[in-house]
């Protein structure tokens, strides 16, 4: 099982100055890092994956960046549904350069976009269609979709695994895959294992956090049920997601309103050590 952190656990944007990263995260304990890259995202793919490679780190990229206007899989715009596809199939292509295992998100609508109105069936026809053709660009490129449901508070087009597992259904791609969010798994269900083994065929990985966001242990998870689940299904991958509260406003304009993440370091130490006690 590889364990993972986000850079936003460090960081609010990555670049070329940043690849020191890599060595420090080897030295914590972690075998992987989450890029997140956008629009305003600009850096060398060559650069970092050369640092990357030499520190033993893997990659995984998601959207966390800026993303075009209107893009969105599940919009009714038809220009809107094409400029989201061009959009992820540039970055599932800039995840090939980096040598990136997954590219991984909300790919089927748009984070924090909330339509609160009872869902169309076509809006889950329209971004399986959309989700295919990713996945099926992604194959060629050797870079696996892994799609991850969020809150009610960050989308009305998948919340639950049950929703997420109709969704990968209904697409019909061997190339998409699911990654759940223990954070958002609290909004949205009450067994957290159960849920976790619902998708046990299909699942690739779990971000783990606390009820509040911060590092695993203490909050109203139960990790030994989770992980239990976890360990039996099969995921590849454990990460920690979370946003540095010590970086001036950073973690405040990401939601987090508690000072949960000062320190990155020491958020990924005490997380690892916490979760190789059942993993």
Not at 222 to 249: I, M
Request: hydrophobic share 40%.
């Amino acid at each position: 099982m590889k364990l993972g952190a986000h850079i936003y656990l460090w960081m609010e944007k990555w670049s070329d100055a940043e690849v020191g990263l890599f060595d420090r995260a080897r030295g914590l304990g972690l075998d992987t890092i989450e890029l997140s890259v956008g629009l305003d995202v600009k850096f060398s793919a060559a650069l970092t994956r050369r640092a990357a490679e030499s520190a033993g780190i893997s990659l995984l990229v998601g959207p966390g960046g800026a993303w075009p206007d209107g893009a969105d899989l599940s919009d009714e715009d038809p220009a809107n549904r094409r400029a989201a596809l061009d959009f992820h199939k540039a970055i599932v292509d800039q995840t090939a350069e980096l040598g990136g295992m997954a590219y991984a998100g909300a790919l089927y609508g748009r984070p924090g976009k909330v339509l609160k109105r009872r869902p169309p069936p076509e809006e889950f026809e329209r971004t399986a269609e959309g989700l295919h053709a990713l996945a099926e660009h992604a194959r060629k490129a050797g870079v696996k979709i892994v799609l991850e449901p969020m809150s009610r508070f960050r989308s009305h087009v998948v919340n639950t695994p049950a929703q997420m597992l109709r969704l990968v259904n209904q697409a019909g791609h061997p190339n998409l895959y699911i990654l759940l969010d223990t954070y958002h798994l609290v909004t949205e269900v009450r067994d957290y294992a159960a849920a976790i083994r619902s998708v046990s065929d299909r699942i690739w990985g779990l971000h783990a956090c606390e009820n509040d966001r911060g590092v695993p242990g203490g909050g109203l998870v139960p990790w030994p049920d989770v992980f239990a689940a976890v360990k039996a299904s099969r995921a590849e991958y454990v990460g920690f997601e979370g946003y540095n509260t010590g970086l001036g406003d950073f973690g405040f304009r990401r939601g987090i309103f508690q000072n949960v993440c000062p320190d990155g370091d020491a958020f990924v130490r005490q997380a690892v050590a916490f979760t190789r006690r059942y993993l």
